[in-house]
Structure formats: C-alpha cells, structure tokens
C-alpha cells in the first residue's frame, strides 16, 4: 500500500510539474468545451445500518470562458442496501427497504478563480436530481403487512432535488486533462437516505474545441 500510494504520490507531482511549467496550456482550457468520462465513490448513511460508500461512474460536459463555466453530468451508482423506514402501523415501528442503485442529474455554474500554469482548481453551485432505481419493502413475520400508505411514502421517498456544491481541480495536458472533485448535498429526513450524501470523483476530459464562434 505505501509503494501503491508513493507511485501515485510521485505520477501526481510529475503532472503538476509538467502543468505548471506549461502555462501555454490555458489556450487548450479557456473557452473550451469538454467531454469527460469519471468514476468515484459516494458516501452517505442508511438508517438502521450506519455508514456506507458505494462506487459511482457517470460522464460530464463542461463549457468553459476564462473564469467561468456551465457544468452538466450524469452518474450511476450499482449497489444494494437495506434501510430503516418508520411506520407506525408496523409492530415494531419501522420496517426494511432494499434499495437498489442511485442516479442523479446535476447541473452547475463553475467559477475558475485563477490559474496556476496548467494547473485550475474551480468551485461551483448548482442543482442535483438524484432517483433510486428501486425500494422494495420486506416483510417478515415480526410485522403486518404493510397498508398502501406506507408503500405511497416509500416510493415518494426514491427521488429528491437540491441546491449542490462542488470544489475540484483539473490540470491541463494539450487538450487531455485530469481531475479530481467533491461534491456535496445537504441532509433531507424526506428522502431514503437522510444523511448528507457526498460523491468524490476522479477522470478524464478531452478538449473537442472552441465553445466561441471565431469568425
């Protein structure tokens, strides 16, 4: 594990190296529009269950000025978890969901405060859809049958919006870069997984040429 994490240490600092002594490479950033492909790992917690991550995969498409820029991504997420549902109709107060898999939808506006070489961290607000594929209700003997109330609640409980925001870093290559991001959504007790749900991203963009019509 250490070798693993000195190799990367060393690949990272290579890059950055290259990047700052590069800063021709901005012409390959500013008014660019880029396709990206990312995975990653999400972190949130299911109730009843504690802590859990998930990995994450999705692709992006950033349109980018000199200090600015439009962010729009796509993600899934392929996993299972079971999580506690209040009900008071239950004999035991909460029953289990299984939910599968998790997608979201996020759109951004993205602020490049300052370049360093080929080097550009960035931070943005913007607006996440997030849908779980599929809640099941189980039952067990310990409890009646659930009634179509809480079957209503759950399924209201799949899917949910909110205001997101995001903190990264991209180093340009000519017209291939690397990046690294964070970004968060806030705790929402209306949703199946309440807690603060947080999805750290790594991958690749390509620069497929001007955002600007150059006449």
Known sequence: MQ???SVAVAIVATLVVSASANAQEMRNFDNSWFWGAKSGINTFSAPGHGN??????GIDWLITRSKGGLYVSGNQSIF????????????TGQRTVRV?????????????????GGITPYGGIGYTIVVLG?????????????????????????????VMGMAGVQIQTKRAAIFAQETMLPSNGQFL????LSFFEFGIRYNYGSSIDRE
């Open 134 to 162: 599929d809640a099941r209700v189980r039952v067990d003997s310990a409890n009646t049958f659930p009634g179509n109330a809480f079957f209503d609640a759950v399924d209201a409980m799949r899917s949910r919006s909110a």
């Open 52 to 57: 859990t991550s998930t990995v994450d995969m």
């Open 3 to 5: 070798k693993l994490r």
């Open 193 to 196: 997984f309440p807690s603060v």
């Open 80 to 91: 299972q978890r079971d999580v506690e549902v209040f009900d008071p109709a239950s004999n």
């Open 100 to 116: 599968n898999d998790l997608r979201r939808i996020t759109f951004a506006a993205l602020a490049f405060p300052k370049h360093f």
